[in-house]
C-alpha cells in the first residue's frame, strides 16, 4: 500500500518527530511505501530513508539514494519561518510559535505545504495518508488531497495544549476543517481524548476518535545483561567521541558525561526528554540530595536539550554549593528564563521554602557531593537511547504539564527500568497499564502525585526502589520489559493508523475503554 504522511518538522529528537521516522520503519517493515513529507534536511542520512524529494513550486526532484524505495522524504520549500508549537530552535528555519506567527506568514507557510502535498499525491498517488498534529497538518491535507485520499489524524498533545486551547478564537477554525474530513483521530489517552473533545466542542468527534498511542522498537528496547549494558554505554560513549554540538552523534562533552557513569559502580537513574521548564526537571534536580543521602551509589543522567537547560545547570550549580537563595531565584522567575512569561516554578519553591533549621543544613551538607553525580549528556539521538536505557535502573518522568503519552515512560520499561511518572494525564494511563505487572510492592512506586511535595515524593519512590532486595528488583525489572513489549509495538501502531485512515473504527480501541 502506498502511504502518505505530513510532519512538517524533523525526524529525530523527540515526541512526534520519533513517532514519525518509527511509524515509517514499521509500515516500511510491513511491506507498504511511504511519502512522507517534513523539514528534516538531513533525512537522507537516516538508514530507512532511500530517497530524497526536494519540492519548489511545482518542481520536484528525487535523489535516489538506494534501491529498491521503499520510503522518500520530501523537503517543501516553506522559506525561513517556520510555526511551532513551543519555542525551540530549528538550524536553518525562523522557528515561531503559531500564537506568534503572523496571518501572512501562517498562510504562506500553508499554501506551500498544500502545493507540495498536491504534487506528491499526483506523482505517488497515495492511497491513504496520516496528518500529524491539530494544526497544521490536518488542514494542509484537507486542502491538498481534495477529498482524493483518506486520511486519519494523530493528536500529540503540543499543538492541542499550547496553541489550539489558549488561542481557540484564531486556530479553532483551522483545527475543524483539518479533522472534519478525517476517516479517524487516534489520540494517545483517555486524558487527551477528553481534552480534544472539550476544546473542539463537537458531538461528532468522539465517536470518531479511537486509541491510537505511540510504540516502542521492541527489536532494539529490551533488557541486556548486566555486563552486556555497560559494554553498550561504552561502545556508546565512543561512537559520540568528538561530535560537535551541531551533529547528529550527540553534542559535544556527550561521550565524557557518558563515560562519567559504569552500571557495575553506579545506581543510574535517567532523565531523557527536552529540557523546557514544563518537563518539570526542576523537581528531580532538587531530589537528588535527598536520594544520594539515602543510596551513595545512585548517579543521575540527564538527557535532552531545549531552552531552559541553561537555567537548570544555574539551578544545579546553586544547589551544588548549597545557595538556597538562588536557587529560590531562579524558582521565582520560572518560565522567564526560557523567554516566556514570568511564572513560578511553584513546586520547586514550595519545596525550598519549606527547608529550615537541621533539614536545611543537611539538605546544603548532601548537596555537593550528590551534585558531583549528576551528568548532562545534552541531546542524544533516539537510536542512542537502547546503548543508554539497559544501564539504569530507573527512569523519573516528571511533567508538571499534560502529556499525550509516556513514550519515555514505555521505552524505559521495555529495557527493564522502572519508570516514576507524575500522576496526570497520559503518564498516568501508562503507569495503570504497567501495574498489573509487578508485585503489589512495586506499584505504588510507578508514579508521584504532583503537588507541593513532588519533590520529596520523587526522592522517596527512587530511594524506595533503589534499595528494594535486589531479587525482587530483578523481577520486578523482566515483569516491566515483558509487559511494555508485549503492549506496544510498532507493527500494531501502524496498521492502526491504516485502519483509521480508512474509517474502519471498529477495529480500534476506544480511548478509555
Known amino acids: 500500500?502506498?502511504?502518505?504522511?505530513?510532519?512538517?518538522?524533523?525526524?529525530?529528537?523527540?515526541?512526534?518527530?520519533?513517532?514519525?521516522?518509527?511509524?515509517?520503519?514499521?509500515?516500511?517493515a510491513l511491506g507498504h511505501e511511504v511519502h512522507l513529507l517534513c523539514q528534516d534536511r538531513d533525512a537522507g542520512e537516516?538508514?530507512?530513508?532511500?530517497?530524497?524529494?526536494?519540492?519548489?513550486?511545482?518542481?520536484?526532484?528525487?535523489?535516489?539514494?538506494?534501491?529498491?524505495?521503499?520510503?522518500?522524504?520530501?523537503?517543501?520549500?516553506?522559506?525561513?519561518?517556520?510555526?511551532?508549537?513551543?519555542?525551540?530552535?530549528?538550524?536553518?528555519?525562523?522557528?515561531?510559535?503559531f500564537p506568534d506567527t503572523d496571518d501572512a506568514s501562517l498562510e504562506r507557510y500553508l499554501d506551500a505545504n498544500v502545493a507540495a502535498v498536491r504534487r506528491v499525491v499526483e506523482d505517488a498517488s497515495p492511497e491513504v495518508a496520516l496528518a500529524n498534529h491539530l494544526i497544521a497538518g490536518p488542514v494542509i491535507l484537507a486542502r491538498g488531497l481534495d477529498d482524493r485520499v483518506p486520511y486519519a489524524v494523530k493528536i500529540h498533545g503540543s499543538a492541542l495544549e499550547y496553541v489550539v486551547r489558549p488561542h481557540r478564537e484564531r486556530f479553532l477554525p483551522l483545527a475543524r476543517e483539518g479533522l472534519e474530513r478525517a476517516g479517524g483521530v487516534l489520540v494517545g489517552s483517555r486524558h487527551t481524548a477528553e481534552s480534544l473533545w472539550e476544546v473542539m466542542d463537537d458531538p461528532a468527534l468522539p465517536a470518531r476518535t479511537r486509541l491510537g498511542p505511540p510504540g516502542v522498537d521492541v527489536h532494539a528496547f529490551h533488557q541486556r545483561p548486566p555486563g552486556e549494558a555497560a559494554e553498550r554505554l561504552t561502545a556508546l560513549a565512543g561512537r559520540l567521541e568528538g561530535a560537535g554540538p551541531a551533529g547528529w552523534g550527540g553534542e559535544a562533552g556527550a561521550a565524557d558525561a557518558l563515560r562519567d557513569m559504569d552500571p557495575r559502580r553506579d545506581r543510574i537513574v535517567a532523565y531523557v526528554g527536552k529540557l523546557i521548564v514544563s518537563k518539570g526537571v526542576d523537581l528531580l534536580l532538587a531530589a537528588w540530595p535527598l536520594v544520594v543521602a539515602e543510596e551513595p551509589a545512585a548517579r543521575l543522567c540527564v538527557v535532552g536539550f531545549g531552552t531552559y537547560r541553561d537555567a537548570l545547570t544555574e539551578l544545579a550549580a546553586a544547589l551544588a554549593r548549597g545557595d538556597l537563595e538562588a536557587a529560590r531565584g531562579i524558582a521565582e522567575r520560572g518560565r522567564e528564563l526560557?523567554?516566556?512569561?514570568?511564572?513560578?516554578?511553584?513546586?520547586?519553591?514550595?519545596?525550598?521554602?519549606?527547608?529550615?533549621?537541621?533539614?536545611?543544613?543537611?539538605?546544603?551538607?548532601?548537596?555537593?557531593?550528590?551534585?558531583?553525580?549528576?551528568?548532562?549528556t545534552g541531546r542524544l539521538e533516539h537510536e542512542d537511547l537502547p546503548w543508554l536505557l539497559p544501564a539504569c535502573e530507573a527512569q523519573v518522568v516528571p511533567s508538571t504539564f499534560p502529556e499525550a503519552f509516556g513514550m519515555v515512560a514505555v521505552e524505559a520499561a521495555a529495557c527493564g527500568a522502572l519508570p516514576i511518572s507524575a500522576a496526570h494525564s497520559g503518564l498516568l494511563e501508562v503507569s495503570r497499564a504497567f501495574e498489573p505487572a509487578v508485585a503489589d510492592e512495586i506499584r505504588p512506586l510507578l508514579s508521584f502525585p504532583l503537588g507541593d511535595g513532588a519533590v520529596e515524593e520523587i526522592a522517596a519512590r527512587l530511594v524506595r526502589w533503589l534499595r528494594l532486595r535486589p531479587d525482587r528488583r530483578a523481577d520486578a525489572r523482566r515483569a516491566l520489559s515483558d509487559a511494555a513489549r508485549a503492549r506496544y509495538g510498532w507493527e500494531g501502531v501502524a496498521e492502526g493508523v491504516i485502519a483509521a485512515a480508512r474509517g474502519r473504527l471498529d477495529e480500534l480501541p476506544v480511548p478509555g475503554a
Not at 519553591?349 to 558531583?372: I, N, Q, T
Open 338 to 376: 526560557e523567554g516566556g512569561p514570568a511564572g513560578e516554578l511553584r513546586y520547586l519553591a514550595s519545596f525550598l521554602d519549606g527547608l529550615d533549621g537541621e533539614r536545611r543544613a543537611r539538605y546544603v551538607e548532601d548537596a555537593r557531593p550528590a551534585f558531583e553525580r549528576v551528568s548532562f
Open 46 to 97: 537516516l538508514g530507512f530513508v532511500d530517497a530524497v524529494g526536494r519540492l519548489d513550486g511545482d518542481r520536484v526532484e528525487v535523489e535516489t539514494l538506494r534501491e529498491p524505495v521503499r520510503c522518500t522524504v520530501y523537503l517543501p520549500d516553506i522559506g525561513r519561518t517556520l510555526p511551532v508549537y513551543v519555542a525551540d530552535r530549528y538550524e536553518g528555519f525562523d522557528a515561531v510559535p
Open 1 to 28: 500500500m502506498r502511504i502518505l504522511i505530513f510532519h512538517g518538522y524533523l525526524l529525530r529528537g523527540t515526541g512526534s518527530n520519533v513517532y514519525n521516522a518509527s511509524l515509517v520503519q514499521a509500515l516500511v
